[in-house]
Structure formats: structure tokens, C-alpha cells
T-cell receptor, first 115, second 111 residues
Framework: GAVVSQHPSWVICKSGTSVKIECRSL??????MFWYRQFPKQSLMLMAT?????????EQGVEKDKFLINHASLTLSTLTVTSAHPEDSSFYIC???????????FGSGTQLSVL | RKEVEQDPGPFNVPEGATVAFNCTYS??????FFWYRQDCRKEPKLLMS???SGNEDGRFTAQLNRASQYISLLIRDSKLSDSATYLC????????????FGAGTRLFVKA
């Protein structure tokens, strides 16, 4: 079945540094990928929709200059958390559809801890 | 009001119990409905899609009532391994398909 690979699984970094998270579709092409954030005991919140070859679409309240998304190929989307701060510590997870209306395939998630 | 609302948890049940989760959604134009299971610090995994006719997969039964905008999940004969958070998920066609997650209901099954 379709597989989405995400890495790293966890990151610990100092405040002020930037962190890049990669999301790859391994056996299918994903023109659209989704980035979510999940705080403890809360649901997944969609941050942005990553579109191959064009700009990402950000949800209301998500800073596009802080969370940089690049979707340069049909199998790779990256999320860069720039100048990370402790409040950015969260579980970040990506997903992709095989097609419109189809179920989502999730990456394994990245736990970011900013000290 | 949240677009997808679920029962607040946690549910604590003994092994073998039957447990029911409820979910309501606010967008009457919602297209697709799912239940996902999420273990702590892991990615959500699809448990089952939900159809208007109702569907069953082993010990799990899902129901959808479009008129009431209500979705349910029934787990029979609970196992310890069923302990997880159950997410109600709705897909809307809002200029492309947007997936909305409920906050999830935590289930603890005890021996």
C-alpha cells in the first residue's frame, strides 16, 4: 500500500535555530501534501496544504514566514520551522492523499522539542 | 462551535465491555467520514470509513446519520489493545478536499 515517510522522528534543538522536517511519498506521486501540528491531548490541527510546484496554502493563524513549506517534487515536501521557540514544541505530522476523497496516508510524525 | 465534536474522554472500561463513541459535524456538505485510531506520539491509522448504510468490521461498527450530522463507533468485546485515542474525521469539499479532525476520545481498557 501507499507509504509516506517522514523524518526525523524527533528533534531537540536550541531556541532560535531552524529545523527542517521531510515528508516523502514512497510509492506514489503526491501533488498535495498536508502538514499538521498536534499539541499534547489535543487534536491534529491542519497548518498548511503543500502544493507541488506552487505556493503552499496556509490555514488562518499560521505564520507562513515561520513555517516554510517547499514542495519541489511530486514525492517530497519539507517543513522548516524557522527560529524555533519553546512554544513551537509539538508533534508535527504530514500526510498525503492518493487522490481526491481518498483516505489519508500519514508520515510517522516528528516530535520537536525546543529548549 | 468546532466543526467536528466528539465525546469528551477518557473512557475507562473493563475488558469485554462494549463502548460507543459519538461524533457530530457542523458542515452539512461534508463528503466523507472516517474513524482513525491514534496511539500516543504515533501517526493516526485508519480504522474504518463510515457509510450511510452503516458498516461493520469484526468487533467494530460504524454508523452515519446525515440528517442528524452524527457519526458513531461501537466497539464490542473490548481488548486491552483497543486502548488508544479514537479520532472522528470528516472530509469537506472546500475548494479541494479539506480534512477536519475531531479532538479525539481516549479509551482505556483495563484487565
Amino acid at each position: 500500500g501507499a507509504v509516506v515517510s517522514q523524518h526525523p522522528s524527533w528533534v531537540i534543538c536550541k531556541s532560535g535555530t531552524s529545523v527542517k522536517i521531510e515528508c516523502r511519498s514512497l510509492d506514489f506521486q503526491a501533488t498535495t501534501m498536508f502538514w499538521y501540528r498536534q499539541f499534547p491531548k489535543q487534536s491534529l490541527m491542519l497548518m498548511a496544504t503543500s502544493n507541488e510546484g506552487s505556493k503552499a496554502t496556509y490555514e488562518q493563524g499560521v505564520e507562513k514566514d515561520k513555517f516554510l513549506i517547499n514542495h519541489a517534487s511530486l514525492t517530497l515536501s519539507t517543513l522548516t520551522v524557522t527560529s524555533a521557540h519553546p512554544e513551537d514544541s509539538s508533534f508535527y505530522i504530514c500526510s498525503a492523499n492518493l487522490g481526491a476523497g481518498e483516505k489519508l496516508f500519514f508520515g510517522s510524525g516528528t516530535q520537536l522539542s525546543v529548549l | 462551535r468546532k466543526e467536528v465534536e466528539q465525546d469528551p474522554g477518557p473512557f475507562n472500561v473493563p475488558e469485554g465491555a462494549t463502548v460507543a463513541f459519538n461524533c457530530t459535524y457542523s458542515n452539512s456538505a461534508s463528503q466523507s467520514f472516517f474513524w482513525y485510531r491514534q496511539d500516543c506520539r504515533k501517526e493516526p491509522k485508519l480504522l474504518m470509513s463510515v457509510y450511510s448504510s452503516g458498516n461493520e468490521d469484526g468487533r467494530f461498527t460504524a454508523q452515519l446519520n446525515r440528517a442528524s450530522q452524527y457519526i458513531s463507533l461501537l466497539i464490542r468485546d473490548s481488548k486491552l489493545s483497543d486502548s488508544a485515542t479514537y479520532l472522528c474525521v470528516v472530509k469537506n469539499r472546500d475548494g479541494g478536499f479539506k480534512t477536519i479532525f475531531g479532538a479525539g476520545t481516549r479509551l482505556f481498557v483495563k484487565a
